[in-house]
Structure formats: structure tokens, C-alpha cells
């Protein structure tokens, strides 16, 4: 990037919200029903039929304002959107546009060298989600209008961005909240998190904004920032070369890593905007407010602060083990059982995480218990097995998730620690390697560690490292 330059970003995010039904009717917001089978005449747009609001919807759009420090509008009203597209049978969709349900938010993001912003964040607004084109089936372009009326929140960034990097934290933040809010499942690759990506550039110490291009259609992190990265680039040459950027859509090809401009008739927009006559303002009042508030669930940086307290956790793992509301669930369940805080820590940010981002699962996926991890770090600490044994202990528990006490006895895991028996296995080892003996003894200390091999050899791992070691040394000792 030309270093003479600020690049400006605006995110707008669509999140769809994990209620059971539709946000004006009662039909299933179920992904994956046959096409077109989740319907009904109100989310079809037949003439006549009266839409409802579904309650949730709303608690779920005060949640998150709540949790982005927004302020709420007790008093909000729905808006048509009127515009011509085959997967919108009403010909309109409703939406919010004066008097969103939340505005004047923030929301902080920390880059990788520390540095921490406020990105503002505009309002957030309730709106039915539209159906969904298919165009992949080679004859023609088919409709499924399932995901008509499906609700969706669309939470309005300020054009605060500087940097993909700080979009991209910026967008981890948003999907970290409403993951921990419980009110969106997060998934960018299945769509139900959707970015659209506003960015402009400008002259470093330039105050006037420049004009905006939209950039919609990626389907991941990785491909919001590869866009942005793309576009800011492509609007600098422009300027560069004495052009002017065009106010336009371009749609992001993930194939080919470029953004192409949609065609113009299709971003042609007069919504003509008006308020929604068939829906009554929405009345929050003061005790339903209270209600939602009071089912405020402990926010990711809350929840940080207390695992470093409570814990006793460096700031690096509370980081980790809070990224996601699943993970950090999972460690206070093995927690529960154990007060070696620390070691529960490592396991799962070692040995859990490589396992769930290797078959990229989900935590709440992962074949162990997490008791029974906290259960397998007890038996380390008390000597049952040693680090090494127990790592073959969890392989074993990833296919059979039971106690792993139980385990170590069917298997006859247990640690040697018995002095008497380490001694026979050691005498016999040092008996047949007396060159090995020999170099011990002019001084090659380094023999020590071909030993160590050999009696965990002989025992199949399952000598007690530090009891071995000693005895061993013993041994040698006496023999100088
Ligand atoms: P539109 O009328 O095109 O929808 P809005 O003013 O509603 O534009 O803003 C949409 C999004 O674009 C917001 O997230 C906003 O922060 C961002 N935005 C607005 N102007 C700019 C700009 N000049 N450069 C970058 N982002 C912008
Ligand atoms: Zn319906
Ligand atoms: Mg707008």
C-alpha cells in the first residue's frame, strides 16, 4: 500500500439469529429442509396476510446493543424496502431504516501489537432475511424461498477502519459477541454472518472522506481482508493515475482474488423507504427491558478478567481459552474437577485445540469430556501416570471417552514408581551395556540419557522419570 495514503472502512454485518421461527410467522428457520418447504403465506408475500413480530427477535437485537454499549430506542419502527429481485416474492422486504432498535454503539478491537480502538458502531437494525438464487444447477437459476423471513440484526460500522487488519478484528469481535450472546451460530462460510465491506481512500491529513466503493460476497475472514487489501490498492492506482473512483458494488471472486463490479441495472437502488403499515411501532418497555438486560450473559472481556483472577491464569491463556464461549465452557468444566488450573490450561490450548483444528471441529464436538481431562491431569499429579503415559491415555480416551482411571487399570498403565522393582530393571540394563558403564565412568555424563532410554524401554514408558533418574545415579555413583 502507498504509504501516502489512509485507506477508510465502513463493515456492515448481517447476522442471522438463532430463533426457531421466522420473524413474522410461525414457519421453521431450519437450515436445510428440502427447498421451499419452509414457508407459509406471510413469508410468500400473499395479499392480505398480516405479519407478527416475533418477540425474540427483539431480545436478541437488545443483546446485542447492550453488549456493543449502544443506546436502545424504547420506541423503534419497521420500514419497507421496496426493490424488484426474483428471491424476494413480496417485492419488498422489511427492514428498519428511521428509529433502528439500537444506535450510537462501540465496539474495542485489539491489533496484534497491542494497540486497542473503539470502532464506532451506527446502529443496529431487525430485517427479514431474503430467499437465495441458485445459480450452480447448470440448466437454470432456481429459487428456494426457505430463508425468506429468516431474522437478521445488521449492525452498521462507522467508517472507523483504517487497515483489513483492524476490519478483520473488528468482525472476530462482532462474531465473538454474538456467539457469546448465544443469538448467532457465527458461520461466515455457511452465511449466517455476512459482511459487506465499504471502503474509500484518502491523502494522509485529508479530513474529507473519498468516495466509497461496496465490496460484498466473501465468505470468510480470510476474504474480507484479501478483498480489502485488493480494493484500497485498486482505488489508490486510480487516483494515482489522475482517475476518480466510481460509487459502485463489486462482488468478490474468492477463484480468481479479484473484486468485479456487479452490473450497474442490478445496484440501481431507489428503495423508496416508508414505514412498514401493516406492523405497529415496537414498545419496549421499562420491565421487559429489565428482563432482557437481567439475561445478560458474562461478555467475553468479563469473563477474561475473572479466568485471570479465579484462575490465577497468564493474561495469553485467558486470552485463548476466552476466545470463544465454548472453549472457555469447556475449561471450567475440567476445572471443576481439578485445582491444577494451569496444566488444564495447557491441555487444552495444546492437545484439545490441535486435535479440534486439525479435523476443524468445533470444541462443543470434541469427543472427550472435559471432566475427564481434568480427571486424567489428576492422575498425572498424583503419580498414577507419568506426562508421557498420559498423553497415550487422552489418544485412547479420543476414541473411548471414559474415566481415564478406568483406562489406566484395563490397559495396566500405572506408573512404576515401586523403588525395588525400578531396581531390578535398571541393575539389568546397566549389566548389559558395560561399554556404555565404562564411558559413564571416564566422565561421558551424556551417557546417562541412553540408559534413561533403555529402562523405559524395558518398562513400555511406564517408569517414574524422576525416580528412575535417581536411582540411577545412584547406581552409577556406587559403581566409581
Ligand atoms: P449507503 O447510503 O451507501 O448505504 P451509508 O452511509 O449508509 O452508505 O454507510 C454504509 C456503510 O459505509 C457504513 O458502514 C459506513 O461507515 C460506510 N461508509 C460510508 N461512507 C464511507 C466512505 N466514504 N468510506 C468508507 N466507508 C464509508
Ligand atoms: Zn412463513
Ligand atoms: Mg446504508
Known sequence: MNPEYEAVIGLEVHAQLLTDTKIFCGCSTKFGNPPNTNVCPICLGHPGVLPVLNKK??????????????????????????YFYPDLPKGYQISQYEAPICENGFVEIELKDGTKRNIGLTRIHMEEDAGKSIHDLAEATYVDVNRCGVPLIEIVSEPDMHTPEEAYEYLSRIRQTVQYLGICDGNMEEGSLRCDANVSV????????????????????KNVEKALLYEIDRQIEILEDGGRI??????WDAGNNIALPMRSKEEAHDYRYFPEPDL???????????????????????????????????VYDAEILTSSRDLADYYEKAVSVTKDYKSVSNWVMGEVLKIVNENKITVSSFSIRPENLGRLINLINDNTVSGKIAKDVFQIMLGEDKD?????????????????????????????????????????????????????????????????????????????
Do not use: Y
Open 404 to 480: 481415564p482411571a478406568v483406562i489406566i487399570k484395563e490397559r495396566n498403565l500405572v506408573q512404576i514408581t515401586d523403588t525395588s522393582e525400578l531396581e531390578g530393571v535398571i541393575d539389568s540394563v546397566l549389566e548389559s551395556n558395560p561399554k556404555d558403564v565404562k564411558e559413564f565412568l571416564s566422565g561421558k555424563e551424556k551417557v546417562i540419557g541412553f540408559f534413561v532410554g533403555q529402562i523405559m524401554k524395558e518398562t513400555k514408558g511406564k517408569a517414574n522419570p524422576k525416580a528412575v533418574n535417581e536411582i540411577l545415579r545412584k547406581r552409577l555413583n556406587a559403581l566409581r
Open 280 to 314: 405497529m411501532p415496537v414498545a419496549i418497555s421499562q420491565e421487559w427491558f429489565n428482563e432482557i438486560k437481567a439475561g445478560l450473559p458474562e461478555l467475553p472481556k468479563e469473563r477474561k478478567l475473572r479466568f485471570i483472577s479465579e484462575f490465577s491464569l497468564p
Open 202 to 221: 484518502r491523502l494522509k491529513g485529508e479530513k474529507k472522506l473519498g468516495t466509497k466503493t461496496e465490496v460484498k460476497n466473501m465468505n470468510s475472514f
Open 57 to 82: 427477535v427483539v431480545e436478541f437485537a437488545v443483546l446485542m446493543g447492550l453488549a456493543t454499549n449502544c443506546r436502545i430506542n424504547f420506541d423503534s419502527v419497521f420500514a419497507r424496502k421496496n
Open 246 to 251: 466510481i460509487q459502485e458494488t463489486l462482488l
